[in-house]
């Protein structure tokens, strides 16, 4: 059942319900990449789909997607142990009829790599996930690439806070990736693993296109998939990620000829009329800490070509 089958108080009452707990340590559930993600997640045809989330945070993704996508049966994992005790809490609370659906791989599992996660995902129709596009301030190389362009970190960007995980990823760890480059080492190395895996499922991803669309694209097409893009809209930047890699990012591509056709895509205004590069973005939030500053977050279908 979809939001296209209720009453406008059906989806009230559905919505106003589905607030799942979520500590400090886990992605806010509420916030506009969410909203994305299950707008797009409701236009992907998923009834009766053997979906798979990596990183399956707060629970929130699965309960959506069993009571109100439709979904047969939905599994996931998530790199901080943590979430998938959380989340069957939640997928119970929320969705009590159909939380014997839902089958959390449990432990520490980094994208797809355990032998329970691999098992589940050979079964599945659809991958889904929202996974970091940022270096983690702290890596060894990015501190390098870093200091070799002269960036700076943001203000309080070497503080580890509870969420680090749900916004950074170790970018020396993934340089084998190509699309690393440009902090998209992680969601290729997922996609890598799945056209190992399962060579047939789709996959759903949300990105934050800070480094603009066409070179997501480029990544799915890259490694064997045909995008489409199901959702998008202008968000805030987060206040709390550093936004030093794409400002070390355009430095590296100046004067490289690359710069005429890549630019970090921020924006001055929720509209994005105002187009800004990440150097001057950072150069507002400098000034001001609580500038506002904004870029568009999509969700991807690749469907394995």
């Known amino acids: ?14 919505e106003s ?31 009766g789909k053997r979906v798979y989330e990596v990183g399956i945070g707060t629970g929130a ?30 997928v ?29 995902i050979a079964q599945t129709d659809a991958v ?39 916004h950074y990823y170790p970018w020396t760890e993934f340089e084998e990736f190509p699309f690393n480059a440009v902090g998209l080492g992680l969601n290729e190395a997922l996609l890598r693993r799945l056209r190992a895996r399962a060579p047939k499922a789709d996959v759903i991803l949300n990105f934050g296109a800070r480094v603009g669309v066409p070179v997501l694209f480029d990544m799915f097409e890259a490694n064997g998939y045909t995008p489409e893009k199901l959702q998008g809209q202008i968000v805030r930047q987060h206040a709390g990620t550093d936004i030093s890699f ?11 000829g690359l710069d005429h056709d890549f630019r970090c895509a921020f924006y001055r205004d929720p509209a994005g009329a105002e187009p800004i590069s990440a150097s001057e973005a950072q150069q507002m939030l400098d000034a001001d800490r609580e500038a506002a ?3 568009e977050v999509c969700t991807i279908r690749g469907r394995p070509v």
């Open 61 to 90: 993704n699965a309960a959506f997607l069993l009571r109100l996508c439709g979904a047969a049966r939905v599994s996931g994992s998530d790199l901080d142990p943590r979430m998938a005790d959380l989340a069957e809490r939640n």
């Open 17 to 47: 319900d589905a607030t799942p707990h979520a500590p400090e340590f886990a992605f806010d559930p509420s916030d506009p990449w969410t909203q994305t993600f299950q707008r797009a997640l409701e236009k992907a045809d998923l009834a």
């Open 246 to 256: 794409f400002v070390a990012l355009e430095k590296a591509l100046g004067g490289t």
């Open 128 to 166: 889904i996930g929202c996974l970091p596009q940022v270096a983690c301030p702290g890596d060894p190389r990015f501190d390098a690439f870093r200091k070799l362009h002269r960036t700076e970190l943001g203000e309080g960007a070497d503080v580890r806070e509870d969420d680090h995980i749900a």
């Open 293 to 295: 500053i904004y870029h």
């Open 92 to 120: 119970q609370s929320l969705a009590p009829e159909q939380a014997h659906l839902f089958h959390p791989v449990h432990g520490a599992v980094s994208l797809i790599d355990t032998p329970e996660a691999q098992e589940e």
């Open 1 to 14: 059942m979809s939001h296209s089958d209720l009453t406008a108080p059906q989806i009230d009452e559905l």
